[in-house]
């Protein structure tokens, strides 16, 4: 039972550079979200899909850009990466009842420099 | 989304209970409380979630104030694996996403 997972693990890109961290559910949840943590401080979202087909903005979504692929995927892309996007990922599902959870995947650290 | 406060850090003995107090003074009337813990750079971890009523599961209980603006996590038994950040969350009203403030970071002393 996999739960969330997310590719790669660690990834050190150029100023510049463009990349997709991807995630992937098997829990069948509707919702999936991407954060960013940075040093001392808690999580924040950048993006969040309730639901195939559908994204939305977050607290801090500028310089990103996401899909959701099918139910299971939802990826997150630097178009042009910036040291001021030097962060941990961790995405996340949720199913989409009011009792629900959210499953956080071990997270992506990505270094720009 | 209501705002939620807490302190940065607290210290406690190991197989004592932990209570990690927050305050949710906005908080609307169909927004629940959630709890997640991370342990140092791992991906949170889900602990608990209350709406009025208090909580108990394996894991900590909830007790949520009768006016619903603070509430308080309690570890019944802290051990030196609870050391982490927890994070205290209110649940928007509409839609799914969670929101997570800088949390209380818990060191369990042996």
């Known amino acids: 039972n996999a739960g969330v997972t997310q590719t790669p693990k660690f990834q050190v890109l150029k100023t510049g550079q463009s990349m997709t961290l991807q995630c992937a559910q098997d829990?069948?949840?509707?919702?999936m979200y991407w954060y960013r943590q940075d040093p001392g401080m808690g999580l924040r979202l950048i993006y969040y899909?309730?639901?195939?087909?559908?994204?939305d903005k977050g607290e801090v979504p500028n310089g990103y850009n996401v899909s959701r692929l099918n139910k299971r995927e939802f990826s997150l892309r630097l178009e042009s990466a910036a040291p001021s996007q030097t962060s941990v990922y961790f995405c996340?599902?949720?199913?989409?009842?009011?009792?629900?959870?959210?499953?956080f995947g071990q997270g992506t650290r990505l270094t720009v420099v | 989304d209501a705002k939620t406060t807490q302190p940065t850090s607290m210290d406690c003995a190991e197989g004592r209970a932990a209570n990690l107090p927050c305050n949710h003074s906005?908080?609307?009337?169909?927004?629940?409380v959630y709890w997640y813990r991370q342990i140092h750079s791992q991906g949170p971890q889900y602990i608990i979630h209350g709406l009025k009523n208090n909580e108990t599961n394996e894991m900590a209980s909830l007790i949520i104030t009768e006016d619903r603006k603070s509430s308080t996590l309690i570890l019944p038994h802290a051990t030196l694996r609870d050391t982490a950040v927890y994070y205290c969350?209110?649940?928007?009203?509409?839609?799914?996403?969670?929101?997570f403030g800088t949390g209380t970071s818990l060191t369990v002393i042996p």
């Open positions: 906005t908080i609307s009337g169909n927004e629940y």
């Open positions: 996340a599902s949720s199913q989409d009842r009011v009792f629900t959870e959210a499953f």
């Open positions: 829990m069948n949840h509707n919702s």
């Open positions: 899909s309730a639901s195939e087909g559908t994204t």
């Open positions: 969350i209110v649940r928007k009203r509409t839609g799914n996403q969670f929101y």
